[in-house]
C-alpha cells in the first residue's frame, strides 16, 4: 500500500470538504439527533458515494494516460474557480443561514430512524459534490484505488466528526471563506503538478 497517495487524497478531500456544504449539514443534523447517530448516518452516506467515485475513477483509468492526465487538470481547475467563486461570495454574505433546507429535511426521529435520515440526507447532498469528482480524478490519476478510497473516506470521516464535535466553534474561530480559499490552494497546487507533468 503507498500512503503517500491515501495521504494526498486525505489532504486533498480534507480541505476541500471542510468548507463544503456536507460540514454545514451534519452541524444542523448534529443539533437535531444524537451527535454519534449522525455520524454514523454520515459516515455510511460518504462510504456508498466514495465507493461510486472509486469506481468510476477506476474505470476511467483504463482511458490513455494523457486523456486521464488532461481531464484531472480540467477538474482540479474547476474545483479551484468554484472554490474561489463560493470564498468571495461567502465575504460578501457572511451572515446567510444556509443550514436552513437541511433542518427542513430532518423530520424527529430517534435511534436507527435518525441514523437512516442523516444517511439519506447526506447522500443527497453529496451526490455530485466536488470531492466526489475529486476521488474519481485522483483514482484515475494514481490507479491506486484503495488507497485513495482510504484516504477520501478517513477525510470525509474526519470532517463529519469535526462538525458534530466542535462545528459551531470552528465556524467562530475560522471564518468560511477562509477555507474555501484554502481548498482552491490545494486545486491549483494539484492542477500545476499535473501540467507540469504533461509537458516535461
Given amino acids: 500500500m503507498d500512503l503517500a497517495i491515501a495521504a494526498i487524497a486525505f489532504g486533498t478531500i480534507f480541505v476541500v470538504e471542510l468548507p463544503d456544504k456536507t460540514f454545514l449539514a451534519t452541524l444542523?443534523?448534529?443539533?437535531?439527533?444524537?451527535?454519534?447517530?449522525?455520524?454514523?448516518?454520515?459516515?455510511?452516506a460518504f462510504a456508498v458515494q466514495t465507493t461510486i467515485a472509486v469506481l468510476l475513477g477506476h474505470a476511467a483509468s483504463f482511458l490513455p494516460e494523457e486523456v486521464v492526465k488532461i481531464a484531472a487538470a480540467a477538474?482540479?481547475?474547476?474545483?479551484?474557480?468554484?472554490?474561489?467563486?463560493?470564498?468571495?461570495?461567502?465575504?460578501?454574505?457572511?451572515?446567510?443561514?444556509?443550514?436552513?433546507?437541511?433542518?427542513?429535511?430532518?423530520?424527529?426521529?430517534?435511534?436507527?430512524?435518525?441514523?437512516?435520515?442523516?444517511?439519506?440526507?447526506?447522500?443527497?447532498?453529496?451526490?455530485?459534490d466536488l470531492s466526489q469528482l475529486l476521488t474519481i480524478s485522483l483514482v484515475a490519476r494514481y490507479e491506486a484505488p484503495l488507497e485513495v478510497f482510504l484516504g477520501a473516506l478517513g477525510a470525509l470521516l474526519a470532517v463529519s466528526a469535526l462538525a458534530v464535535v466542535v462545528g459551531r466553534a470552528l465556524m467562530r474561530w475560522l471564518p468560511m471563506h477562509v477555507l474555501f480559499y484554502a481548498g482552491a490552494a490545494v486545486c491549483l497546487v494539484l492542477e500545476a503538478f499535473l501540467i507540469w507533468e504533461l509537458v516535461r
Fill in 28 to 44: 444542523v443534523l448534529s443539533t437535531r439527533y444524537r451527535p454519534l447517530l449522525v455520524w454514523l448516518g454520515v459516515g455510511l
Fill in 75 to 128: 477538474l482540479f481547475l474547476v474545483g479551484a474557480f468554484v472554490l474561489l467563486r463560493e470564498a468571495r461570495a461567502h465575504q460578501r454574505e457572511a451572515a446567510a443561514d444556509e443550514g436552513d433546507e437541511f433542518a427542513e429535511k430532518a423530520k424527529p426521529a430517534t435511534g436507527w430512524r435518525a441514523v437512516l435520515a442523516s444517511f439519506l440526507v447526506l447522500l443527497a447532498a453529496e451526490w455530485g
